[in-house]
């Protein structure tokens, strides 16, 4: 069974921090490019980074360049996205995804990928 899962979402303030954590079952890093989506109302999906163990590669959406940090801990088959300096426009629901990568300037998830269900960021004003 494949599955991910997230958590670490939450309500903070202009300036402030989260860590998201993605944990994945039935599959391994070195298999799977993990990365990170976004979601917000009346908004597209937007990928947010996408980051490849087997190679070490990362990616990242320009909007988040510089701010966020996308990281894996292998041996918990666990993907973890570090987000600084968070703006209110970063409120959306987050999903992990897999496989992921870079097509033309966008981040994707390669057709009939995995999802999890999803976890809420705010960022107040």
């Known amino acids: 069974e494949v599955q991910l899962v997230e958590s670490g979402g939450g309500l903070v303030q202009a300036g402030g921090s989260l860590r998201l954590s993605c944990a994945a079952s039935?599959?391994?890093?070195?298999?799977?490019?993990i990365g990170w989506f976004r979601q917000a109302p009346g908004k597209e999906r937007e990928g947010v980074s996408c980051i490849s163990s087997s190679d070490g590669s990362t990616y990242y959406a320009d909007s988040v360049k510089g701010r966020f940090t996308i990281s894996s801990d292998n041996a918990k088959n666990t993907v973890y996205l570090q987000m600084n300096s968070l703006k209110p426009e970063d409120t959306a629901v987050y999903y992990c995804a897999a496989p992921c990568g870079p097509y033309v300037h966008t981040i994707v998830v390669v057709t009939r990928g995995y999802w999890g269900q999803g976890t809420q960021v705010t960022v107040s004003s």
């Open positions: 039935g599959f391994t890093f070195y298999d799977y490019a």
